[in-house]
Every structure is written in C-alpha cells, then in structure tokens.
C-alpha cells in the first residue's frame, strides 16, 4: 500500500480500527464468560489467540482497501517508468504498466526500442513521454 501522508495514514488506520470494534468487543466479552464460568486452559488461549488473528488477518486484506481513494484515470500515469515497445521516432508505442500507449517523444528525438522512458502528460490519448535517464 502507497500512504501519501502521515495524516492520511492516521485516518485510514483509524477508520481500520473502527471496523474491528465489534470483534474486539466479542473476544473480550468470551474471555469474561470463560472466567465466570471457571472454564480456563491454555488451550482456550491458543484457540482465542488463533481466532483473533485470523480475524485481524481477514479484516486486514478485506476491509482496508475499502478506505483507499480509487485511483483511476489518466492522471494515474503521470509520473510513471514504460518501456518503448515501437521505436519513438517521434511517435511510437510504449508499454505502461503492462498496457501499450501510442506515445510522443517530448525531446523529439528517436528512441530505440527496449529503452525505458518517463511519462511526462497525457495528450489526448498519446502520451507524451521522455527518456529516462541511466544512472551510473
């Protein structure tokens, strides 16, 4: 998972909080009526301490991404590494995120095919790319 800010976090894992109220609330109201009723093992424990975690377990990978914004649109590409697929010369094609794009070269230079180029702005249904510079 992608936080943006330490803000955000806090109120996602809030809000994750909230939603495990209740089951909190069950496995503390179990324990209380295992003790009044005298009923005490160790493998009472294990078996609470099983449930617990396959609940927060369960709670995690289901509910959670219930409270990421959806991230759609093709603002969603900005930013982000594709790899030429048809030489750019100045228009070819590019794989982004294992989607291929009609794209436009913004240097207006050739770029061979395999090389990584960045994505600059959406223009229509092009994008306009550039590439990417090695580190050495």
């Given at each position: 998972?992608?936080w943006?800010?330490d803000e955000?976090k806090r109120?996602y ?7 495990l109220?209740?089951?909190i ?11 009044y009723?005298n ?8 078996g609470?301490?099983?449930i617990v ?5 369960f709670?995690?990978y289901v509910?959670?991404p219930q ?7 093709p603002?969603?590409?900005?930013g982000l590494?594709?790899v030429?697929?048809e030489k750019?010369?100045?228009?070819g ?12 070269s913004?240097q207006g230079g ?7 180029v960045l994505?600059?702005?959406i223009?229509?249904n ?8 090695t580190r050495?």
């Open positions: 998972m992608m943006i800010d955000r109120k894992f809030l809000k994750f909080l909230l939603t109220i209740d089951d609330l069950v496995v503390v109201l179990l324990i209380f009526v295992l003790l009723l009923i005490y093992s160790i493998w009472v424990d294990i609470i301490v099983i975690v396959c609940v927060l377990v709670s995690t509910f959670l409270f990421k914004k959806p991230v759609v649109g603002e969603v590409l900005n590494t594709g030429v697929v750019l010369d100045p228009q094609r590019v794989d982004v995120n294992g989607e291929i794009w009609t794209a436009v913004s050739c770029v061979e095919e395999g090389e990584k994505v600059e702005k223009d229509g092009k994008l306009v790319v550039r590439k990417e510079k050495m």
